[in-house]
């Protein structure tokens, strides 16, 4: 064999090693062989204002009360919260606030994080964990 046919072959052989080397033919089936498995669950974060007015109510905070979209609140609130920025997110908010709609007080600000699981195979299998991120109380009430 010459030194052409010998670099010929070499090259066919690196090019498959790397397929008969994995177990099943998995990367014929999606985007090659360096694909990520398929995910059998979605895991979405949404974060959530509660505030307790001083009869000890406890109300929902619409981001739409302010002028913010449902999507721009859920931006917002999760890059506060990566930040650890979590009290000042509920004074801006509650400042926000107080400036378009003076007559009511809330007490105390809450910014809540939900993580909802969804399993992919079976879509009505929902599972919710919500967690007390941050609590702010305004000082000048």
Known sequence: MNFKNTTIWTMFFCMCIPFIMLNNLY???RFGMFAEPVKTQVQTEQFRV???DAQGKTHYF???SIGFDKNQFLYIARNYYYKSQTV???KALSSIYFRQSPRL???TWQLY???VIKKL???RQVSKDSSLVETYTP???
Do not use: R
Request: hydrophobic share 45%; net charge positive; charged share 20%.
């Open 113 to 115: 994080k939900i993580v």
């Open 50 to 52: 509660y505030c307790k």
């Open 62 to 64: 619409s981001p739409q």
């Open 88 to 90: 000042f997110f509920l």
């Open 139 to 141: 000082d000048a009430l």
């Open 121 to 123: 195979n079976n879509l």
């Open 27 to 29: 990367p014929f089936w």
């Open 105 to 107: 007080e809330f007490k």
